[in-house]
């Protein structure tokens, strides 16, 4: 026979609260459960990255140089910059001064030593930002075989839908820092050649998931009678 409903033990203040507690988690559960993480891998653009240096020539002039080609990873979210970070390689042997003695010098054993040390590499290790576009993001650049930590300043240009097909996420920074030469042993033609190095970076970098995860953008606009399709 049924106990009557009023003989049921009812549960104490504090066993009504933890129940609906559980409750109220349970029903949470689902929305946090499988809730999107902002943070995504990008993979940089070798065409549309590239590092500038600049260094004193006899204090005549800053002799500029880029070098084109880095590859790599970012990954970021735009809404908490201390969860990025950062691989980069950068092809030292393609190092371009505009002038082909120039560049063999550069390249020599004495100072990048492109043959023995082909390249350089940046991994960062920790970010901390300024506001929300930018950030100070540090990291331990190798370069000849010397590791040493450095500290670039990065202004986030643009976190979007690229405008050109596949319209993919795409991320675009720009980021400067200064370094000494001589802290990574290139230490040669001190009498020719500043100490203090001036770096420029522009980089971008495309989302790197599955085709699927990337959600497909709107249809572009079509171009206005008065405007020439390009």
């Known amino acids: ?35 999107r993480d902002t943070a995504a891998e990008y993979r940089l653009d070798p065409v549309h990255t590239r590092v500038m240096f600049a260094i004193s020539h006899a204090g005549f002039s800053n002799a500029i140089g880029t070098v084109s080609g880095s590859t790599g990873t970012v990954v970021f979210d735009p809404d908490d910059w201390t969860r990025a970070r950062v691989d980069v390689r950068i092809p030292i042997a393609r190092a371009d001064l505009g002038d082909a003695d120039w560049n063999k010098a550069t390249l020599a054993k004495s100072l990048l030593d492109a043959e023995g040390h082909p390249e350089a590499r940046f991994v960062s290790t920790r970010v901390e930002p300024v506001d929300a ?73 495309t989302y790197d998931g599955k085709a699927d995860d990337d959600t497909a953008p709107a249809t572009p606009p079509s171009p206005s009678p008065q405007e020439p399709t390009p």
């Open 1 to 35: 026979m049924d106990r009557p409903l009023e003989s049921v033990p009812m549960p104490g203040s504090t066993a009504r609260r933890l129940l609906m507690r559980s409750l109220c988690l349970l029903a949470l559960l689902p929305a946090t459960a499988f809730a």
């Open 133 to 205: 576009t930018h950030a100070r993001v540090y990291g331990d650049l190798s370069l000849r075989g010397v590791t040493r930590e450095v500290v670039l300043d990065v202004t986030l240009n643009a976190a979007k839908r690229h405008p050109m097909p596949p319209f993919r996420r795409t991320v675009g920074f720009s980021a400067t820092t200064k370094l000494s030469r001589a802290d990574f042993g290139i230490t040669a033609w001190k009498s020719v050649i500043g100490d203090e190095v001036e770096l420029r970076i522009e980089a971008e970098a």
